[in-house]
């Protein structure tokens, strides 16, 4: 062992001896390490928000949703009103009916949640925030993986008799009720008041998962969809009017019956829902039952493409594979840098060994072996190396920090993607390390010792 660590000090102080261009040879393995740290961060990072965003849809979920159709009630140049009225399909739009109908004739559909949503004003002790009041089913929360933080979901009472309860998101908490326990208390919404039985866990919603579907349930009042449809506004109850081509519309506002006229681009969806989630049981019936709800919807609709069929997981997993092939090719230009820089220290380390032909030449005379020298250049190769893969770890974390508080682009840096990238220039350094080593040890001494 003392004649091994005799060799490593001499490689070592040969090391040191030049420090510049030591340090030259090692930002290939440095720039290498911290790239493929880098990118193997902004891979894990973007497959954790795929994985989150699949929880926030929930597992297996179908988003159905109306489709604005408002383009094709517009005449066309040259055609009267009359023609167009006759031309006019009516449909009944989204409607609680619709869900029923699903989830009675498809078997391979486990649930299904209807929602309705409004935003509406929520006020207790003069505080007042702009929530979003959803109707749901208890299933809802299930559907897309709510979790309570305290009190519980409605039970079947309160949502066969519609009762004025709710259930808030932690904002709602924060602003309305911000020193007090929420549970067992009252807050006004619109013009009904309702007792709070339930807060949400917080969970921050993501743009993606926004689109495709998933609402930020923050600031979420939840309420039974019998409630929101007895105590506040069903949009399938039309008024004479309305049929008679008035636009008029017939809604329950607590206690009262208001009567609205049409109003052309007010942005509001006149199905009685706005949204139907539908839970298949397993992930491979997803596409046979999209076919078979478009036929049910279609059958039901009389014909009028009036809604719009998500599938949030199967969009997901295609954006992941997606990202997956991009972060495979990225990983592979870094590795590409690891390689250079082997290449940098095989070429370094030949130089080094015909500067010092006559050093071995003198080690040679004096009994080392051949043994001895290969251990002693390849000891010099894989230090650089190595100590270039440590340096080339913190600047890869520290990369992948400044990506993410720079950017939108979230970055996990995993313990294996750092024993990978250190193993990989650990691996060059020997690898590349190994033919200046092994023409190191082929001289001949007497040679070297002639060598000036």
């Given amino acids: 062992m003392e004649r091994y660590f005799l060799i490593l000090t ?42 989150e965003q699949i929880k926030l849809v929930g597992l297996n979920n179908i988003i159905i949703t109306p489709k604005d159709n408002s383009s094709n009630n517009e005449a066309t140049d040259g055609e009267d009103e009359d023609s167009k009225e006759m031309s006019k399909k009516f449909s009944p739009g989204l409607t609680l009916k619709d869900a029923n109908n699903i989830i009675e004739s498809l078997p391979t559909v486990e649930k299904v949640s209807p929602e309705i949503f409004y935003t509406t ?9 702009t929530a979003k009041l959803s109707g749901v089913t208890s299933d809802y929360f299930s559907l897309f993986n709510h979790q309570l933080k305290k009190g519980s979901f409605f039970n079947d009472e309160q949502m066969e008799l519609g009762s004025p309860v709710c259930v808030i998101g932690p904002e709602v908490v924060a602003k309305l009720f911000p020193k007090t326990d929420p549970i067992g208390k009252q807050l006004k919404c619109g013009s009904i008041w309702l007792k709070v039985i339930g807060v949400l866990q917080g969970v921050a919603v993501s743009k993606k998962a926004e689109e495709l579907g998933v609402s930020s349930y923050n600031r979420n009042v939840y309420i039974p969809i019998k409630t929101i449809l007895l105590r506040y506004k069903d949009r399938s109850l039309v008024a004479q009017s309305s049929l008679m081509g008035g636009g008029g519309e017939m809604f329950f ?7 609205t006229s049409g109003s052309e681009g007010s942005g509001e969806t006149d199905n009685q829902l706005n949204k139907i989630v539908v839970q298949v049981k397993e992930s491979d019936q997803l596409t046979a039952t999209v076919e078979a709800i478009r036929h049910i ?3 039901r609709h009389l014909g009028v493409d009036d809604f719009d069929i998500t599938i949030p997981e199967l969009l997901l997993k295609q954006e992941q594979k997606t990202k997956d092939i991009f972060n495979i090719v990225l990983g592979a230009i870094a590795g590409i840098s690891l390689i250079v820089g082997g290449i940098g220290i095989m ?18 005379a004096i009994g080392a072996t051949k043994k001895d020298i290969v251990f002693q250049f390849l000891a010099e190769a894989t230090f650089i190396s190595i100590t270039g893969g440590l340096i080339g770890i913190l600047l890869g ?11 939108d682009i979230n970055t996990i840096v995993s313990f294996g993607s750092i024993i990978l990238s250190f193993g990989v220039a650990a691996s060059v350094g020997i690898i590349f390390g190994w033919l200046p080593a092994r023409k ?10 002639r060598h000036d």
């Fill in 10 to 51: 001499i490689s070592l102080e040969a090391v040191f001896t030049n420090k510049f261009r030591s340090i030259l040879t090692a930002l290939g393995i440095i720039f290498g390490v911290a790239a493929v740290i880098a990118m193997l961060a902004i891979g894990n990072g973007a497959r954790q928000e795929i994985l």
């Fill in 121 to 129: 004003p929520a006020l207790r002790d003069g505080k007042k925030l």
């Fill in 253 to 259: 506002f607590g206690n009262s019956v208001v009567m």
């Fill in 297 to 299: 919807l279609n059958r």
């Fill in 347 to 364: 070429n370094i380390m030949l130089a080094s060994v015909m500067e010092r032909i006559r050093e071995i030449g003198v080690r040679r």
């Fill in 397 to 407: 974390v520290i990369m992948a920090k400044v990506i993410s508080a720079s950017t």
């Fill in 440 to 449: 190191a040890a082929e001289q001949d001494p007497v040679e070297s010792l």
